[in-house]
């Protein structure tokens, strides 16, 4: 007979191996039958469903595989919420699950693929995100219990391709809108974006395209609640709105149902490079908000939806930061270290432009232009230079305080313009004051503290005026001045034709010349008026002596009452 210590330890042996025997047929029913694989699948469907709540629904349609290596192999794999409609799809999953893991109630895939991956967010006009809801369920302050199954999600390699994320959520004209001003914007929202009409208000659809993209190190929940994240080896896709289109991109994401914050310091879109680090966030009613910075060797195609009149063409160097404001519907657009060629131009400073809802304004402007060409220039001032200029300025422009397109204060201008029509032909300008730009230009307050002005480029670009030569130069203050009348005080100028004759005018000036019969108010003083260089312009007057003297007129032009007191070489007139 054995001792009662080895029967004991026989016994033991026997209920181990019995034990082993059954767990090793257990799994192999279980992974290696579809009877067994389809038991396991609903026994994973319902420990799911349970975290969910209720609030949502795993759906397998087809389970290829589920292997005692914990490898899954699906086919069209959904989460639904209550209601049954799918707020994740993918059409194909091929991972590895850590089976020990599920003991502890955690969920660590060591690797999963992803195809065909469709994820629909959906937030109302009242509550949170679709998949905020099945996650956590409704808003609660009451502390949570100990961690759940799906409270601990880990990946520890991802592939995922062909994937698109739309988001759906409210949208509404910014308050300052109002009856028939408010149709209008939401008409040009709805021409410009996706606009979805519902009996409850408008609800806005913007999409991101993920066409290919490999991670590591994703934690996509743990029981601190802290934010998702991912390391990003590579990633190809593209966002609806703002429009972007990334070719390559690689680093960290963090992200909660509401919230993205990215560090990307590898960032490639079509024709740029560089990086963007920032925080797109969308938790509060109206547009979605962001905050992002990108250091860039750009090509100005890339930018175009920042600033619509940048050119397409070209290509330069900046750093650039995209925020929302305290209103979510005003969006600063800030660049600094800009350094761009485009249009045989070269454009260097920094500038801010913020867009509101009304207006355009820039401000803390501090450009250099070395040169810029006239067209250029046209479309950055919004058609702001007639299409008749044709040449190449170079000089800075210092605007810190700026404004409103309607009403941009400029604190220094120095320009000098190359005319390409009349070769040789060189004009300058230094001022400040404050201007409109766009289809009707006009300034008010601006002082010209210097102008020199060649009157063959006048010339070429008003036709019709008299046949003047040689070069204008001068100083002044215009009150006011559009493409209707203008109201010039403290003029000084001096006039010196080709042929060398000089002529001086000070005093005030008041023209109206969009009337039908133009309308002059003038107090004028000429030291002095060269008759000369008057019968160069009309050959009529054969006279060359030099006035000096006063002039006053007042009336239409056709109907001129005028006054006068005049010396000349010969002699003095009054009139």
Same mark, same amino acid.
Not at 315 to 327: D, N, P, Q, V, Y
Not at 532 to 554: C, F, K, P, Q, Y
């Given at each position: 007979?054995?001792?009662?210590?080895?029967?004991?330890?026989?016994?033991?042996?026997?209920?181990?191996?019995?034990? #082993?025997?059954?767990?090793?047929?257990?799994?192999?029913?279980?992974?290696?039958?579809?009877?067994?694989?389809?038991?396991?699948?609903?026994?994973?469907?319902?420990?799911?469903?349970?975290?969910?709540?209720?609030?949502?629904?795993?759906?397998?349609?087809?389970?290829?595989?589920?292997?005692? !290596?914990?490898?899954?192999?699906?086919?069209?794999?959904?989460?639904?919420?209550?209601?049954?409609?799918? =707020?994740?799809?993918?059409?194909?999953?091929?991972?590895?699950?850590?089976?020990?893991?599920?003991?502890?109630?955690?969920?660590?895939?060591?690797?999963?693929?992803?195809?065909?991956?469709? =994820?629909?967010?959906?937030?109302?006009?009242?509550?949170?995100?679709?998949?905020?809801?099945?996650?956590?369920?409704?808003?609660? @302050?009451?502390?949570?219990?100990?961690?759940?199954?799906? @409270?601990?999600?880990?990946?520890?390699?991802?592939?995922?391709?062909?994937?698109?994320?739309?988001?759906?959520?409210?949208?509404?004209?910014?308050?300052?809108?109002?009856?028939?001003? /408010?149709?209008?914007?939401?008409?040009?929202? @709805?021409?410009?974006?996706?606009?979805?009409?519902?009996?409850?208000?408008?609800?806005?659809?913007?999409?991101?395209?993920?066409?290919?993209?490999?991670?590591?190190?994703?934690?996509?929940?743990?029981?601190?609640?802290?934010?998702?994240?991912?390391?990003?080896?590579?990633?190809?896709?593209?966002? !609806?709105?703002?429009? =972007?289109?990334?070719?390559?991109?690689?680093?960290?994401?963090?992200?909660?149902?509401?919230?993205?914050?990215?560090?990307?310091?590898?960032?490639?879109?079509?024709?740029?490079?560089?990086?963007?680090?920032?925080?797109?966030?969308?938790?509060?009613?109206?547009?979605?908000?962001? @905050?992002?910075?990108?250091?860039?060797?750009?090509?100005?195609?890339?930018?175009?939806?920042?600033?619509?009149?940048?050119?397409?063409?070209?290509?330069?160097?900046? %750093?650039?930061?995209?925020?929302?404001?305290?209103?979510?519907?005003?969006?600063?657009?800030?660049?600094?270290?800009?350094? #761009?060629?485009?249009?045989?131009?070269?454009?260097?400073?920094?500038?801010? #432009?913020?867009?509101?809802?009304?207006?355009?304004?820039?401000?803390?402007?501090?450009?250099?232009?070395?040169?810029?060409?006239?067209?250029?220039?046209?479309?950055?001032?919004?058609?702001?230079?007639?299409?008749?200029?044709?040449?190449?300025?170079?000089? /800075?422009?210092?605007?810190?305080?700026?404004?409103?397109?309607?009403?941009?204060?400029?604190?220094?201008?120095?320009?000098?313009?190359?005319?390409?029509?009349?070769?040789?032909?060189?004009?300058?300008?230094?001022?400040?004051?404050?201007?409109?730009?766009?289809?009707?230009?006009?300034?008010?307050?601006?002082?010209?503290?210097?102008? %020199?002005?060649?009157?063959?480029?006048?010339?070429?670009?008003?036709?019709?005026?008299?046949?003047?030569?040689?070069?204008?130069?001068?100083?002044?203050?215009?009150?006011?001045?559009?493409?209707?009348?203008?109201?010039?005080?403290?003029?000084?100028?001096?006039?010196?034709?080709?042929?060398?004759?000089?002529?001086?005018?000070?005093?005030?000036?008041?023209?109206?010349?969009?009337?039908?019969?133009?309308?002059?108010?003038?107090?004028?003083?000429?030291?002095?008026?060269?008759?000369?260089?008057?019968?160069?312009?009309?050959?009529?007057?054969?006279?060359?002596?030099?006035?000096?003297?006063?002039?006053?007129?007042?009336?239409?032009?056709? %109907?001129?009452?005028?006054?006068?007191?005049?010396?000349?070489?010969?002699?003095?007139?009054?009139?």
């Amino acid at each position: 007979l054995m001792p009662s210590r080895q029967r004991r330890y026989w016994w033991a042996a026997a209920l181990v191996g019995t034990l #082993v025997a059954g767990i090793s047929v257990t799994l192999f029913w279980a992974t290696g039958t579809l009877g067994g694989r389809r038991w396991l699948l609903a026994k994973l469907v319902t420990t799911i469903d349970g975290a969910f709540g209720g609030r949502g629904h795993l759906r397998v349609r087809v389970l290829h595989d589920i292997g005692l !290596s914990g490898r899954i192999l699906a086919d069209d794999v959904s989460i639904v919420d209550s209601t049954g409609n799918p =707020v994740i799809r993918i059409a194909h999953v091929d991972g590895v699950l850590n089976m020990a893991a599920l003991i502890g109630k955690r969920v660590h895939l060591r690797s999963l693929r992803a195809d065909g991956v469709k =994820v629909d967010l959906q937030k109302g006009f009242k509550g949170p995100w679709n998949f905020a809801y099945i996650l956590s369920g409704p808003p609660s @302050d009451e502390p949570r219990g100990k961690p759940g199954f799906g @409270d601990d999600i880990r990946i520890d390699t991802l592939r995922l391709s062909d994937g698109t994320i739309t988001t759906i959520g409210p949208w509404a004209p910014n308050a300052t809108f109002t009856g028939a001003e /408010r149709d209008s914007v939401t008409a040009v929202r @709805d021409s410009l974006h996706d606009l979805i009409r519902t009996p409850g208000g408008l609800l806005e659809r913007r999409q991101i395209t993920i066409g290919y993209l490999r991670a590591h190190d994703g934690i996509i929940m743990e029981p601190s609640r802290k934010p998702s994240s991912m390391v990003v080896d590579t990633l190809r896709g593209a966002v !609806s709105d703002p429009p =972007v289109r990334i070719t390559a991109a690689s680093g960290r994401l963090w992200w909660t149902p509401d919230s993205l914050r990215l560090d990307l310091p590898h960032l490639s879109l079509p024709v740029s490079q560089g990086s963007a680090a920032g925080r797109v966030w969308w938790h509060e009613p109206g547009a979605v908000r962001y @905050d992002v910075n990108i250091k860039a060797q750009a090509g100005l195609a890339d930018l175009n939806w920042i600033w619509p009149v940048l050119p397409l063409e070209g290509k330069g160097t900046a %750093s650039i930061r995209m925020r929302t404001l305290e209103t979510a519907d005003d969006a600063e657009y800030s660049l600094t270290d800009l350094a #761009v060629t485009s249009r045989q131009s070269r454009v260097n400073g920094r500038l801010n #432009v913020i867009v509101r809802p009304r207006d355009i304004i820039m401000e803390r402007v501090d450009m250099t232009f070395a040169p810029i060409s006239s067209d250029l220039l046209r479309r950055l001032s919004y058609e702001a230079l007639p299409a008749a200029v044709n040449g190449m300025l170079t000089g /800075r422009l210092v605007a810190e305080t700026g404004g409103p397109l309607t009403s941009f204060l400029i604190d220094r201008l120095d320009a000098r313009f190359a005319d390409a029509t009349v070769v040789g032909a060189i004009s300058s300008l230094n001022a400040t004051g404050r201007v409109t730009m766009g289809a009707a230009p006009a300034g008010r307050d601006v002082v010209v503290q210097s102008m %020199s002005i060649d009157l063959r480029s006048a010339r070429a670009l008003a036709p019709t005026m008299p046949n003047l030569d040689g070069l204008l130069t001068g100083t002044g203050r215009v009150i006011a001045a559009d493409l209707q009348r203008a109201d010039v005080k403290n003029l000084a100028l001096r006039w010196t034709d080709g042929a060398g004759n000089v002529s001086g005018v000070t005093g005030d000036a008041q023209i109206a010349y969009g009337l039908k019969v133009p309308t002059a108010n003038l107090a004028l003083a000429f030291n002095p008026l060269s008759l000369a260089a008057l019968s160069r312009v009309d050959t009529t007057l054969a006279l060359n002596s030099v006035l000096a003297g006063r002039v006053e007129a007042i009336g239409p032009i056709d %109907s001129l009452r005028w006054q006068a007191s005049l010396s000349a070489d010969s002699g003095s007139l009054v009139a």
